[in-house]
């Protein structure tokens, strides 16, 4: 994913816009931004008022509440020579959460828990 444009270019935008030096078309070959977002950003100020970006709207949301958290650091404690598959089965016997491999796999690693690897 691409980084977001500036405000200060979004600002020199909506400014040259307003002044009549062109359509959101013009000027986005002018200032090298999409079509798309010049337009975008004109209606979003002439619309909504907004003249900068939205803010974050947070991500998806945590698998795992501190519940299930705290039922995996204790299943890693007991056994941490068990399997992702292993661990999948008991999280779900105790908590009802079911977790995919990869899920699971980057929660322990987000909570900093090691894991023996012998097969």
Not at 47 to 60: D, F, I, M, N
Not at 99 to 105: I, P, T
């Amino acid at each position: 994913m691409g980084q977001p444009y500036s405000a200060d270019l979004r600002e020199r935008v909506l400014q040259a816009y307003e002044r009549h030096e062109g359509s959101p078309e013009l000027l986005a070959r002018r200032f090298q931004v999409s079509r798309a977002c010049a337009y975008n950003w004109v209606r979003a100020a002439r619309l909504e008022g907004r003249r900068g970006a939205k803010p974050h709207a947070g991500g998806v949301p945590a698998h795992l509440d501190a519940a299930g958290v705290s039922v995996l650091r204790a299943l890693v404690r007991d056994d941490n020579d068990a399997t992702l598959a292993q661990y999948r089965e008991r999280l779900a016997a105790r908590t009802g959460i079911t977790l995919s491999a990869a899920v699971l796999c980057r929660t322990l690693k987000r909570l900093g828990l090691a894991r023996k690897k012998r097969r």
